[in-house]
């Protein structure tokens, strides 16, 4: 069955810290996107990709960046982790009429 | 500017009513417009879609209007049921963009 798979299911991180949140579809779409949900705030939108080797910056895309190696897979990095990233993060893969495909998500803890 | 605006933020209903989630857009060149469900632990997943050409689409007990004039777009749940409580997102499409509305919290009490 098709799908888009998130790991880790949680993450707690530190400060400062390193943190790679990644995404495999099996949907074979070529776009892919990364989001973050917070209460109040709804969906926003991080980074997306319009296939293998390209990525480009969505509406908040500062202290993140993003990569996308291959058709399947496509990662969520924070250099340096703050509290304020704090949150939950969805990733998805859209067809080509754009309705999104949305993996079950990473919760995301930075002390 | 917020692209979708979705309302009301919060809603409750009793099991059987019916529940109402309105959106508005603003760019005119939108031409798909898909609402997603999202249960508490889980990623939104699409529930209903139209298209501009129509004004109305049906799935059992959910609907959603079309107006392009207006560009309002809206869910009804018909017999909305405890089963349906969950958090619903409008959002409108064009080109390669999509834009979602903040989200209502749907409780359906029984």
């Known amino acids: 069955e098709a799908a888009v798979t998130q790991s880790p299911r949680n993450k707690v991180a530190v400060t400062g810290g390193k943190v790679t949140l990644s995404c495999n579809q099996t949907?074979?779409?070529?776009?892919m996107y990364w989001y973050r949900q917070d209460t109040g705030h709804g969906l926003r939108l991080i980074h997306y990709?319009?296939?293998?080797?390209?990525?480009e910056k969505g509406d908040i895309p500062d202290g993140y960046k993003a990569s996308r190696p291959s058709q399947e897979n496509f990662s969520l990095i924070l250099e340096l982790a703050t509290p304020s990233q704090t949150s939950v993060y969805f990733c998805?893969?859209?067809?080509?009429?754009?309705?999104?495909?949305f993996g079950a998500g990473t919760r995301l803890s930075v002390l | 500017q917020q692209q979708v605006r979705q309302s009301p933020q919060s809603l409750t209903v009793w099991e059987g009513g019916t529940t109402v989630l309105t959106c508005s857009y603003e760019?005119?060149?939108?031409?798909?417009f898909p609402w997603y469900q999202q249960f508490p632990g889980e990623g939104p997943a699409l529930l209903i879609s139209?298209?501009?050409?129509?004004d109305k689409k049906e799935d059992g007990r959910f609907t959603t209007f079309f107006n392009k004039r207006e560009k309002k777009l809206s869910l009804h749940i018909i017999d909305s049921q405890p089963g349906d409580s969950a958090t619903y997102f409008c959002?409108?499409?064009?080109?390669?963009?999509?834009?979602f509305g903040d989200g209502t919290q749907l409780v359906v009490k029984p």
């Open positions: 998805a893969s859209g067809d080509s009429q754009n309705t999104l495909y």
């Open positions: 949907n074979n779409h070529n776009n």
């Open positions: 990709s319009y296939g293998a080797g390209s990525t």
């Open positions: 760019d005119s060149t939108f031409n798909y």
């Open positions: 139209i298209l501009s050409v129509s």
């Open positions: 959002a409108a499409s064009g080109g390669n963009r999509i834009f």
